[in-house]
Nanobody, 127 residues
Framework: QVQLVESGGGLVQPGGSLRLACAASGFTSDYYAIGWFRQAPGKEREGVSCISSIDGNTYYADSVKGRFTISRDNAKHTVSLQMNSLKPEDTAVYFC????????????????????WGQGTQVTVSS
């Protein structure tokens, strides 16, 4: 059974930074993508950033390019998201997910198996 546990959310002022972390367990495939998605109130869940286990290929949503950086530790099955220059529109619940997919599938939320998601962590950007 896949388990994902997110941490690192919180309240930050615009322009500030946060670092999210996700620890995955119960996932045995060597080929997978792991990444971050977010859902703001009244909006659909969207892919933020994902990274491939094999070659480290990354995906970033246009809205976060140049501000967010994803990194992984395959041996520990962890993934982190460094979020800089945060904006109020980054406010959302951030979810971690893992699946035997390429990182480019980050943009297709429906492709990620329903059982392979964490519980989410709230990120609020507000002054």
């Amino acid at each position: 059974q896949v388990q994902l546990v997110e941490s690192g959310g919180g309240l930050v002022q615009p322009g500030g930074s946060l670092r999210l972390a996700c620890a995955a367990s119960g996932f045995t495939s060597d080929y997978y993508a792991i990444g971050w998605f977010r859902q703001a109130p009244g909006k659909e869940r969207e892919g933020v950033s994902c990274i491939s286990s094999i070659d480290g290929n990354t995906y970033y949503a246009d809205s976060v390019k140049g501000r967010f950086t994803i990194s992984r530790d395959n041996a520990k099955h962890t993934v982190s998201l460094q979020m800089n220059s945060l904006k109020p529109e980054d406010t959302a619940v951030y979810f971690c997910a893992v699946a035997p997919l390429p990182s480019s599938a980050c943009g297709i939320v429906a492709a990620w198996p329903s059982g392979n998601w964490g519980q989410g962590t709230q990120v609020t950007v507000s002054s």
